[in-house]
């Protein structure tokens, strides 16, 4: 029996409607379901809620479960310091969501589901620093726009998470706060940034769902390095109300997760329009009218024209390991029903140019600014001066040069930097026109991932690491499990980059590569503990992944 869905507090009944739809969907259609046990390390959303319907496993129950494996692997064990501050609520919380369960009020996909969060965004209940020692104690007054949708949804936000610090000059991978991120696949290698938290915490099953933002990668990195899948999606689709930004033109949210449906669950809640933030006028009209759970396809792949981006792809001995994994996702997509045309060239030189389209590096301190003024009178800095000020060099370098600037809207390198990025986003769009695509294909990277012992600073500067057009075109890119370096074992990631709003689109390429390919292993540093295998009844069924 399908529980009852009741919309609640401000969230929109267009919201319930979509979560109702998606809740559906993935109890009774594609992908094909099986009677199982539950595990922790493989269930989606759609199992967990299955198993809460059935009676097997409550909210309560499910987040003693991440909470122990936050205690036997996050300061303990491999150490992977993902947590900064963890909810001591979470139980409570956890327990009036049973309490509406049991009473037949089900708020939607994410009752009662455990959700980690990035410390960029503001929790009406928790600090939020930024990884950044001088802010630690400074406490929001109100939840991020879309932290109050996750809420009202019914999820619960289980912790705040370590980062590449956001202000200040830290560790790869960690902050003035705290300690960095370890990777749960290889101690010795960086598992991206600068939401490293996030992607390692996710690895490791620390939560269900995972929320991490996106100024020149920052979501599809930590999601390519840990196996997982993450969307960066349309700018203005998600809203940025109360989470700390570097560049207004740039910045995303994004969901993180360990399969494709979860990914499109976390996005049917945070997607959608917010008066208090312009650019997400831009989806009025251009949202699908169905879930985006209700994308997700075994056989999404079938009949797809996909155009491999090959200006993207570099060459020589270091990229030798990766471009080889490429090559082999690329065979997989056709294996899959993909018609694969490649290549497809821009005649532009796209690795230069992503470079030298960053905004954020005109933008980011102004942007500062405007978040930091948003915070209550009894927060620890207020502004650009005074955290400059208090932070002294502790702060980054970029920040204190771009407070130098003043009236952006005469700025000229600004005005070139948004121009540049007109002309990769055209030539992208047109390339997809032209050949009739419904998605191009790229590598996140193909250069083997650091060492973080040896790993140079502002590595997102350097044209040899990463592809990051998505963060400089506003395009929805997603990131799905590409495999493993044979050299080092650390996950690679295929790279989709379709138009704008086409998110429905990537969620189904995206869906078909997984099933076709099942790449994503759960690293062998943190295995599972006792009690995270659940028998359910034989009349419950879970999703075939």
Known sequence: MLPHFAPTGRTCTRLWLILAVGAVTALTSSPAVRA??????????????????????????????????????????????????????????????????RSGRVRGPLHGIAVMVKDVFNTRDLPTSGGFAPMAASQPNRDAFIIDRIRQAGGIILAKLNQSDWYGVGQNGGGTLRPRVISPYNPLKYGGGSSTGTGAAMAAWFGTLGLGSDTT????????????????????????????????????????????????????????????????????????????????????????RIGVLREMVRSGPDHAEGVALFQRAVSDLRKAGAIVVDPVLTGLDLISLQVDADAAEVERATAIDAYLAGLPASAPIRSVAEMIAIGGDKVKPVIIETAKLTRLERNRRLAAIYRQQEVIKTALLALMDTYQLDALVLPFRTLTPWRIDAMPRNTWQNPEVRNHLASSTGLPTLIVPGGYWPSDGMPFGLQLLARPFAEPTLIKLGSGYEAATRHRKAPASTPALAGETLSLPSHVTLSDR
């Open 217 to 304: 990668g920052s979501v599809i990195n930590p999601s390519t390095l840990n196996a997982l899948v993450g969307l960066s999606a349309t700018h203005g689709l998600v809203s940025r109300t109360g989470m700390m930004w570097s560049s207004p033109r740039q910045e995303n949210a994004g969901p993180m997760a360990r399969s494709v449906h979860d990914v499109a669950t976390l996005l049917d809640v945070i997607a959608g329009y917010d008066a208090a933030d312009l650019a997400t006028e831009a989806a009025v009209g251009r949202m699908p009218a169905a879930s985006y759970v209700s994308f997700v396809r075994s056989d999404g792949l079938v009949g797809a």
């Open 36 to 101: 199982a046990e539950l595990e922790l390390a493989t269930a989606t959303v759609a199992d967990l809620q299955r198993a809460m319907a059935a009676g097997t496993l409550t909210s309560e129950r499910l987040v003693e479960l991440y909470l122990a494996r936050i205690a036997a692997y996050d300061q303990q064990g491999p150490k992977l310091n993902t947590i900064i501050t963890l909810n001591p609520r979470a139980r409570e919380e956890a327990r009036q969501l049973d309490s509406e369960r």
